[in-house]
């Protein structure tokens, strides 16, 4: 079965969040009094296990396991060599802040992890902690170079947030340069309705000007599945390359492919709809079982909204969706 929406997307990329809950209080991510999913709503990793069986039925061929922080719940590393045992056709992916790992790099390297997005905003130990809320910088540069010594590749993920670290973007350009890595900047998205503020928007055309005065940068073209809708870029005379995602100021919403799951188990077919679709209490009814679950996401994606329109209704700096990114995945 394919999976396709109304305007003739196909969807072939699933985002799994398997915990909300995150060491890191991003500010962007995460507000103060934020409520976290109870453990009850939280799924099972067998439960998680049986969705992934489902959406692998469904053409689904790229799965990202996300957070919160993924590898801030018990038992993720099983999890994820469960995933890849039972699934080995399907692209697996992996969004971490990189704070906790620096030790496992070796078991990731061996169960057959071969690349990992960490997302860094700074370079700054003092923007981290402000960014943050944490002392961690350290922790995930070190995890960086240990996935560089493993042979793992790294994607870096900054968000691009102007008066926070848009001073920092020749360091960037420096840490791109001299390391063998796809350092990309994403559009700060105002999600969640305290964590949002327009005038922090540092678009993506802006980032590609003003890294010129830092680098000769070559545009190149990749292949989709690997950089989704990042337009990437070599540096001249360095190990690594630069990327810009633009969601906000040129949104890609035309060949959007994806599907998120949270970790209560709701699906999500846009990231800046608040519609929800449940799933757990299907997962957990013991008188449904798969084709009821495949039906309401055959349904649902065929519903899949144009994000971009949702971005143009909100009225004035009213954050796009009501739920947080923490609470999403990304
Ligand atoms: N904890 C993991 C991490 O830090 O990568 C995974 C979860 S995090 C929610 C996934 C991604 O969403 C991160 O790269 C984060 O920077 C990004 N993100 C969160 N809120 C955002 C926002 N308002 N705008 C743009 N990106 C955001």
Same mark, same amino acid.
């Given at each position: 079965?394919?999976?396709?929406?109304?305007?003739?997307?196909?969807?072939?990329?699933?985002?799994?969040?398997?915990?909300?809950?995150?060491?890191? &209080?991003?500010?962007?991510?995460?507000?103060?009094?934020?409520?976290?999913?109870?453990?009850?709503?939280?799924?099972?990793?067998?439960?998680?296990?049986?969705?992934?069986?489902?959406?692998?039925?469904?053409?689904? @061929?790229?799965?990202?396991?996300?957070?919160?922080?993924?590898?801030?719940?018990?038992?993720?590393?099983?999890?994820?060599?469960?995933?890849?045992?039972?699934?080995?056709?399907?692209?697996?992916?992996?969004?971490?802040?990189?704070?906790?790992?620096?030790?496992?790099?070796?078991?990731? *390297? *061996?169960?057959?992890?071969?690349?990992?997005?960490?997302?860094?905003?700074?370079?700054?130990?003092?923007?981290?902690?402000?960014?943050?809320?944490?002392?961690?910088?350290?922790?995930?540069?070190?995890?960086?170079?240990?996935?560089?010594?493993?042979?793992?590749?790294?994607?870096?993920?900054?968000?691009?947030?102007?008066?926070?670290?848009?001073?920092?973007?020749?360091?960037?350009?420096? =840490?791109?340069?001299?390391?063998?890595?796809?350092? &990309?900047?994403?559009?700060?998205?105002?999600?969640?309705?305290?964590?949002?503020?327009?005038?922090?928007?540092?678009?993506?055309?802006?980032?590609?000007?003003?890294?010129?005065? =830092?680098?000769?940068?070559?545009?190149?073209?990749?292949?989709?599945?690997?950089?989704?809708?990042? &337009?990437?870029?070599?540096?001249?005379?360095?190990?690594?390359?630069?990327?810009?995602?633009?969601?906000? @100021?040129?949104?890609?919403?035309?060949?959007?492919?994806?599907?998120?799951?949270?970790?209560?188990?709701?699906?999500?077919?846009?990231?800046?709809?608040?519609?929800?679709?449940?799933?757990?209490?299907?997962? &957990?009814?013991?008188?449904?079982?798969?084709?009821?679950?495949? *039906?309401?996401?055959?349904?649902?994606?065929?519903?899949?909204?144009?994000?971009?329109?949702?971005?143009?209704?909100?009225?004035?700096?009213?954050?796009?969706?009501?739920?947080?990114?923490?609470?999403?995945?990304?």
């Amino acid at each position: 079965m394919v999976l396709t929406d109304k305007i003739g997307r196909t969807v072939s990329y699933l985002r799994l969040s398997v915990t909300d809950r995150c060491n890191l &209080r991003c500010m962007y991510c995460v507000t103060k009094d934020f409520q976290f999913i109870p453990h009850p709503n939280i799924l099972r990793y067998e439960e998680m296990l049986r969705l992934v069986n489902i959406a692998a039925t469904m053409n689904i @061929s790229k799965l990202r396991l996300t957070g919160g922080e993924p590898f801030a719940r018990k038992g993720f590393m099983n999890f994820i060599s469960t995933v890849m045992d039972k699934h080995p056709q399907l692209d697996l992916r992996i969004t971490t802040n990189g704070t906790l790992i620096e030790d496992l790099i070796p078991e990731l *390297k *061996k169960i057959g992890v071969s690349r990992l997005n960490i997302s860094l905003d700074t370079l700054d130990r003092e923007t981290f902690k402000e960014v943050t809320g944490r002392d961690h910088l350290d922790d995930v540069l070190a995890t960086i170079s240990a996935c560089l010594s493993a042979g793992i590749r790294i994607k870096v993920n900054a968000v691009a947030m102007k008066g926070i670290n848009d001073k920092e973007l020749g360091d960037f350009i420096h =840490f791109a340069k001299e390391n063998p890595i796809d350092m &990309r900047f994403i559009e700060f998205m105002p999600m969640g309705d305290e964590t949002k503020s327009d005038n922090m928007l540092w678009t993506a055309d802006e980032i590609l000007e003003q890294s010129r005065e =830092f680098a000769r940068l070559i545009k190149i073209k990749v292949r989709p599945e690997n950089h989704g809708p990042a &337009r990437m870029f070599a540096i001249e005379g360095g190990k690594g390359r630069l990327g810009l995602i633009s969601p906000v @100021s040129s949104h890609f919403c035309a060949t959007c492919n994806r599907l998120r799951i949270t970790s209560d188990g709701q699906l999500r077919t846009c990231l800046f709809s608040d519609k929800t679709y449940g799933l757990r209490d299907i997962l &957990r009814n013991p008188d449904l079982g798969d084709d009821d679950l495949k *039906k309401v996401i055959a349904e649902a994606t065929m519903d899949k909204p144009l994000g971009y329109h949702l971005l143009e209704q909100r009225s004035g700096s009213e954050g796009v969706c009501e739920t947080q990114m923490s609470a999403i995945g990304g």
